[in-house]
């Protein structure tokens, strides 16, 4: 689909399925080798990081171990400026290879609060693997990803996990506003 609507809006395809697919792998093979003789523990940021995570993990050579936190900061198409935890981290990864991972890292503001609270359990080390990146929305300074899928513009995006009010995260593409 080289366009689809949402409220009224237009969203033109950005990123097909097979350019992500390709990424994917990439970064899988690139975490491989620097988690060589590791066991990382992977977090999926719900919702929408559910497709990233399943792909990136099937991609990964390398033995892990994997859970999930659910956090909320957007209402629609805007950053509501406070982290909602609904589904809060329940694993212990003291001593463990932690790796984050994001559909996107806008502002920063869900990391900022997501790697203090991971860091009070004492982990051997934190990363942040973010399928995109608006490197020129970012407010949060420590909350820069480790790991880049695809740096993209400040405009909004949906697709592969990102919806706008809950739909369009079954997308396979991703699609971005028309202006
Ligand atoms: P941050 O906390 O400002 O970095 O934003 C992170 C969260 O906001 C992401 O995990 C997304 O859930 C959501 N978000 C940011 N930008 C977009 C977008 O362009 N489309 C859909 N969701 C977005
Ligand atoms: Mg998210």
Known sequence: MASVNYQFMTFDTYISAEK????????AQQMAKDYAGRTPHFICVLNGAVFFFSDLLRAFPLDCTMSFVQLRSYDGTESTGEVEEVKPID?????????VVED????????????PVL????????RVVSLLYKPSELHYEDA????????????????YGLDIDGIARNLPDIYTLRK
Do not use: C, N, W
């Open 144 to 159: 820069a990803p480790d790991y880049v899928g695809f740096e993209v513009s400040r405009e909004f995006v949906i697709g």
């Open 20 to 27: 992500i697919a390709e990424r994917v792998r990439e970064l």
């Open 91 to 99: 694993v212990d990864v003291r001593d463990r290879d932690v790796i």
């Open 119 to 126: 860091e009070e359990q004492k982990p051997r080390s934190i």
């Open 104 to 115: 996107i890292v806008e502002t920063g503001l869900s990391m900022h609060y997501l790697k």
